[in-house]
RNA sequence: UGGGGCAUGGUGCAAUGGCAGCACACCAGACUUUGGAUCUGUGGAUCUUGGUUCGAAUCCAGGUGCCCCAGCCA
């Protein structure tokens, strides 16, 4: 069944913008997206979109891009171009001004600072890191003044600037906002504003030694673009205090955040951090890897966009943690090539079939539909010759209860072929294989139809041996073996629950002869088998598909229960 | 034994004092030249205790459980 994305209806944070409309705190809507460029976006982060997006489009106004890159340490443009890709391919636009970075406003922030400095209401501190966490307190314990929070202004102003002149050595002294340590909430216990860092950035180049915290640029580069609402991770939800302080102390325009659970997918990880774990450790093959959950993984996998807005559409928006179950994604994309992929024929594993009655050197053009759900697509021509295959599960020399397919003495239908008849296999006796089976058409059944209304149950693929393209073919599986891999033991890792199995590479399947041609992103139907893409890897002379989604097997679950 | 947040079928999201609904998953069946798709149907949920009310998932009070916070990361 095909539902529309349903963007209208409602959720908390609608509800939110909405009422702060009615009561004039704001007169327009605007929000951003702010990834930092340290790594690729993910399904976690086609969440994020969708709701600074959608919101902004849901009542007229603009999202920004703007890249939170106030870390040189971790950040790269490798990261900055691969975002705007990512974004692109999902439809979204940015606001006009293009993308913007926190780094735009580095001179701002700065101004800021020596602001707060004039205001005492921030002091350069000596201490160091360990220091400061010591003296920081616990969770149940206040925290101590630093020996250094009482600096006259006038020294303040002076270790400041020449901070930011490359003065002092990185880890010597950073710049503390002047709040309350013994707060109940921790990031209001001097939080640190400044550090001192002789890393070159990717925009900026060596002209800062210094670089704001996260938390002293992300709330100010919301109010000097006029962001209204300022949509992020509950992780945030504690520093929210925070940035109502500098903002207050600042003056500035007051922006409002509101708070969103995070995705979570079972058999999947959703950490930056982990993916790139899982990229520098070669657990794959990139950031692009078809098993991995980033949207360049997912689209090289074949997964459409539009599948994968609509997954975010389904799930909802809540602030209660949650885990989606990776089947609902699948569901979609199913549902999405269901209605687009051209039909084909493949044999993953063949088996070579001798139709012993067919003339020799005979060669018939099959009329085959490309996609039933959709009669525009048009029909091809599949050739038919006398030495075929087909894929090995599909004949069995003991076939149990309710299978319809190839067995001694039976009949199936092939697709758009013949109805044929098993009279006699051949068997490796070493491995036990089946290694041809001979059978005899139906020459009345061209097509398939069966003139006297015969009932053939089964009804299997199959490509002409002498016609028929050979392609490699990958199929995938969960990259976890977890439901949660998040939630690991003791001594333990997420890498222990990786899957060994996601990735199977077959060679040597055959594919029918329409697909020569076919162009790195082009997306098929195997029939009974699933949806493939070829891969960015694929050319003429070597076929590679990837397997987006298998087919649902209502064989598989039957057999299963037995 | 600090602060912040969250509790509705298996999963996720609705219901905003008035018959607890939708999607996925699951189960049963129909149809079928894809064991696909499609169609029909079944089962299953308000964390707990008390209170307010004609009426509570919703309001109030207490309890319980889970998540986040002690980076010079974001």
Known sequence: MTVEPTTESTNFIREAIEEDLQTGRFTYVQTRFPPEPNGYLHIGHAKALCIDFGMAEAFGGVCNLRYDDTN????????VDAIQEDIQWLGFKWGEQGPLYASDYFEQVYQMALQLIVKGKAYVDDLSADQIREYRGTLTEPGRESPFRNRSIEENLDLFRRMRAGEFEEGSRVL????????????????????ILKTP????????????????????????????????DLAYEDHRPLYEWFLEELGLFKTRQIEFARLNMTYTILSKRFLKQLV??????????????????????????????????????????????????????????????????GVLDPVKVIITNYPEG??????????????????????????????????????????????????VRLRYGYIIRCIDFVKDPVSGNITEIHCTYDPETKGGYAPDGRKVQGTIHWVSAHHALDAEIRIYDHLFTEPNPNKVEEGKSFLDHLNPEALKVLHGCKVEPSLAFTQPGETFQFERKGFFCADLDSTAGHLVFNQTVSLRDGWAKIEQKK
């Open 72 to 79: 040189p340490v971790k950040e790269d443009v490798e990261f």
């Open 176 to 195: 503390r906002a002047k709040i309350d340590m013994a707060s109940s909430n921790i990031n209001m216990r001097d939080p640190t504003m400044y550090r």
């Open 280 to 345: 520098d450790g070669a657990y794959v093959s990139g950031w692009d890897d078809p098993r991995m959950p980033t949207l360049c993984g997912m689209r090289r996998r074949g997964y459409p966009a539009k599948a994968v807005r609509r997954f975010i559409d389904t799930i909802g928006v809540a602030k209660k943690e949650n885990l989606i179950e990776i089947e609902l994604l699948e569901h979609l994309v199913r549902d999405e090539l269901n209605l687009s992929a051209k039909r084909v024929l």
């Open 362 to 411: 005979q060669v018939e053009e099959m009329e085959a539909i490309n996609n039933p759900e959709d009669p525009s697509a048009g029909n091809r021509k599949v050739p038919f010759s006398r030495e075929i295959f087909i894929d090995a599960e599909d004949f069995r020399e003991e076939p149990p209860p309710k299978y319809f397919r190839l067995a001694p003495g039976r009949e």
């Open 201 to 232: 950035h990717h925009r900026t180049g060596s002209e800062w030694p210094i670089y704001p915290m996260y938390d002293f640029a992300h709330g100010q580069s919301d109010s000097v673009e006029g962001v209204t609402h300022s949509l992020c």
